[in-house]
């Protein structure tokens, strides 16, 4: 009986810490995405189920699977929390004018099969191990941002990947050999 109600208690403990740990990151994905002199995501509070955010769909453990937000100015930057959100599938971030550079902690989204950043400011060498773990990738879109250094060569180890648009940003340097090897790629944008 002690047993049964230790699971019970396990399962809801964690339950809800995974649901607290995503409900905080959102919130400090808001507080760093949007910049002080704009106004969003004004539906982001405290008293509501993460899940019901705009923008944000979860799965059934309350772990947040989509994170989608399109074509209002926000001007902030993303926040290493980023992280945290790990049961991610589709980030869909387009149009917002994110600024600063990817965190580092992007390594961490190793559910992730759909990126779309397109229409952004984002700045910075482009990190290419970040993507070193997304196995499920199958689209990445960062068309139209601020990023610079050499074309990653990360991406062409990952199995699933179809799309993969870099144009519209200042990368340098030659088109490495190893993009002729991509297994799976359909859609390539330089
Ligand atoms: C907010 O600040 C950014 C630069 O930090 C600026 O480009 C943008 O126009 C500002 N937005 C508003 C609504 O004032
Ligand atoms: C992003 O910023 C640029 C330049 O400040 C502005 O022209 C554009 O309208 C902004 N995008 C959005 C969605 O507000
Ligand atoms: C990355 O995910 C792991 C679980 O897989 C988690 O323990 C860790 O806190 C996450 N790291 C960051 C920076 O969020
Ligand atoms: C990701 O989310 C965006 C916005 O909701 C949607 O348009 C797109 O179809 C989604 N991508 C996939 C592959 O599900
Ligand atoms: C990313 O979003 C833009 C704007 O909605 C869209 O044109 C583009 O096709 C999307 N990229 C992918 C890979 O779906
Ligand atoms: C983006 O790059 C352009 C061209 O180099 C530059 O003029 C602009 O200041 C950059 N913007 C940001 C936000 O880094």
Redesign the pocket.
């Known amino acids: 009986m002690k047993l049964i109600f230790l699971h019970i208690f396990l399962i809801i403990f964690l339950k809800s810490s995974n649901g607290f740990s995503d409900f905080d990151a959102l919130m400090k994905l808001k507080a760093s995405m949007v910049a002080s002199n704009t106004s969003a995501l004004n539906d982001w509070k405290t008293g509501k189920s993460h899940c019901s955010f705009s ?1 944000v769909s979860c799965d059934q453990n309350q772990r947040v699977t ?1 994170l ?1 937000i ?1 074509n209002v100015p926000l001007f902030g930057t993303i926040p290493s929390e980023i992280g945290v959100l790990n049961k991610l ?2 980030l ?1 971030l387009v149009a917002i004018n994110l600024t600063g550079e990817f965190p580092a902690e992007f390594s961490n989204l190793t559910s992730i ?2 990126v ?1 950043l397109s229409s952004n400011l984002l700045s910075g060498d482009f990190p290419g191990e970040i993507v070193t773990d997304m196995t499920e990738l ?2 990445f879109d960062v068309y139209d941002n601020n990023l610079t250094g050499k074309l990653p060569l990360e991406f062409v180890k990952l199995k699933n990947l179809r799309i993969l648009r870099l144009g519209g940003n200042f990368f340098t340097g030659e088109i490495p050999e190893a993009y002729s090897e991509f297994p799976s790629l359909k859609i390539l944008g330089l």
């Open positions: 923008g989509a989608t399109s599938v589709n869909t099969k759909f779309n199958e689209a």
